[in-house]
């Protein structure tokens, strides 16, 4: 109820038992492409088959939801890449005008 992001790791891939994007997109209000395609563009970068991820992202009422891949190393390749416009996007959801220093926010994913 009260949790501003909620982070999923793991069940974006394209096997059966990978159910995380279904999951969000029943729970979401709005999905939200332009996190999954940042985070496929940075991974293609390395990982060719990245083109298989499924990862996606939404909202449900003032909660903003991302899926990230379930392997460490593209957790952090994946969450680097779309990191500063979660703040933004938190600060649109909540009326309240929540203040985030970015200078303060450690940024090193790797």
């Known amino acids: 109820k009260n949790c501003n992001l909620i982070l999923t790791t793991g069940g974006t891939g394209p096997t059966t038992r990978d159910v995380t994007p279904e999951a969000t997109h029943a729970v979401c209000e709005r999905i939200f492409d332009g996190f999954a395609e940042q985070m496929r563009n940075v991974s293609l970068r390395t990982v060719p088959t990245a083109i298989l991820s499924r990862q996606t992202a939404g909202t449900r009422g003032k909660s903003l939801i ?3 891949p379930g392997k460490p ?8 890449a779309v990191f500063l416009a979660v ?4 600060e ?3 009326d309240s005008n929540i203040q ?3 200078n303060f926010v450690e940024q090193d994913f790797s």
């Open 87 to 90: 703040p933004k996007c938190l």
């Open 100 to 102: 985030i220093d970015l």
């Open 66 to 68: 991302i899926n990230l």
């Open 73 to 80: 190393d593209a957790i952090g390749v994946c969450l680097g």
């Open 92 to 94: 649109l959801l909540d």
